[in-house]
T-cell receptor
Framework: KQEVTQIPAALSVPEGENLVLNCSFT??????LQWFRQDPGKGLTSLLL?????REQTSGRLNASLDKSSGRSTLYIAASQPGDSATYLC????????FGKGTKLTVNP | SAVISQKPSRDICQRGTSLTIQCQVD?????MFWYRQQPGQSLTLIAT?????????ESGFVIDKFPISRPNLTFSTLTVSNMSPEDSSIYLC?????????????FGPGTRLTVL
């Protein structure tokens, strides 16, 4: 059974800092790995999708990497802003998605 | 991408009653999923609802409790039956435009259910 773990559970940083969120999964037989952000009271916003054959994907200030063999993915956020404050979820795709518990990020002005 | 709407956005229900949640997509999609997010927890897959076939339920979820309909390629419903306070959660539908498990999954805004 696939299990997804995210570290740290919470992170507080000053504005402008670069940061890394970590995600690990137990079963490397995944189709892809997807990163989302969830804002309080709102649904999920898809940030990045990394196919199982890919090593990384970039979108603006976000960069996600995938190492299937070690069961790890990281989300790098450059020059963090207060608007980045949210809970970040990673999810491994088999048929549906298996989610981690998320990292709650607070960026302080 | 896809634009997904859910109804109702929130509801407060009495124990023992049932609630049907609707999920509407702005384009035809083959693959649709239902998830639950219990308070303080992450999302858990309830079932896969593909048009033209019976829904496939994950371990711990049964059809009698969570019946699903998928009458066409743009619409699905999830019913939460004989509710108890433990069913208080956010229920979300998601779709994979273009089909295939390799593609990006998009989520609706969720239905926040409180059972008294």
């Amino acid at each position: 059974k696939q299990e997804v773990t995210q570290i740290p559970a919470a992170l507080s940083v000053p504005e402008g800092e670069n940061l890394v969120l970590n995600c690990s999964f137990t079963d490397s037989a995944i189709y892809n790995l997807q990163w989302f952000r969830q804002d309080p009271g709102k649904g999920l916003t898809s940030l990045l999708l990394i196919q199982s054959s890919q090593r990384e994907q970039t979108s603006g200030r976000l960069n996600a990497s995938l190492d299937k063999s070690s069961g790890r993915s990281t989300l790098y956020i450059a020059a963090s802003q207060p608007g980045d404050s949210a809970t970040y979820l990673c999810a491994a795709s088999l048929v549906g998605l298996v989610f981690g518990k998320g990292t709650k990020l607070t960026v302080n002005p | 991408s896809a634009v997904i709407s859910q109804k109702p956005s929130r509801d407060i229900c009495q124990r023992g009653t049932s609630l049907t949640i609707q999920c509407q997509v702005d384009s035809q999609v083959t693959m649709m999923f239902w998830y639950r997010q219990q308070p303080g927890q992450s999302l858990t897959l309830i079932a896969t609802a593909n048009q033209g076939s019976e829904a496939t339920y994950e371990s711990g979820f049964v059809i009698d409790k969570f019946p699903i309909s998928r009458p066409n390629l743009t619409f699905s419903t999830l019913t939460v039956s004989n509710m108890s306070p433990e069913d208080s959660s956010i229920y979300l539908c998601s779709v994979v435009p273009g089909g295939g498990s390799y593609n990006e999954q998009f989520f609706g805004p969720g239905t926040r259910l409180t059972v008294l």
